[in-house]
């Protein structure tokens, strides 16, 4: 089945980096279009970022762009989100998501809190 798992959230400091990882499988990686959202406590989900199949195109909220970065690598079944220069505003459920035969599709989520 059509599955997306998401890893490397955490506590970090303000200023401070993190990268996600989200692994998929049951499906053709490589076939659909993956982002990254989230979801802070109280308020509701916000797309952050997305990738383009082969990752020619790519996309960003106006509040972390300059500072997250989004790819994938297709071998690995693998969409990654950089996060640089994290801020409290930041703190947030992290979900990955894909669109897969016609069904929205969404890993568990990881948290990232960004607190000194």
């Known amino acids: 089945q059509v599955q997306l798992v998401e890893s490397g959230g955490g506590l970090v400091q303000p200023g401070g980096s993190l990268r996600l990882s989200c692994l998929g499988s049951g499906f053709v990686f490589s076939h659909y279009v993956m982002s990254w959202y989230r979801q802070a406590s109280g308020k509701e989900r916000e797309l952050v970022a997305f990738?383009?199949?082969?990752?020619?195109?790519?996309n960003y909220s106006d509040s972390v762009k300059g500072r997250f970065t989004i790819s994938r690598d297709n071998a690995r079944n693998t969409v990654y989100l950089q996060m640089d220069s994290l801020k409290p505003e930041d703190t947030a459920v992290y979900y990955c998501y894909a669109r897969v035969l016609a069904a929205d599709r969404w890993g568990q989520g990881t948290q990232v809190t960004v607190s000194s």
């Open positions: 990738i383009s199949h082969f990752g020619g195109v790519t």
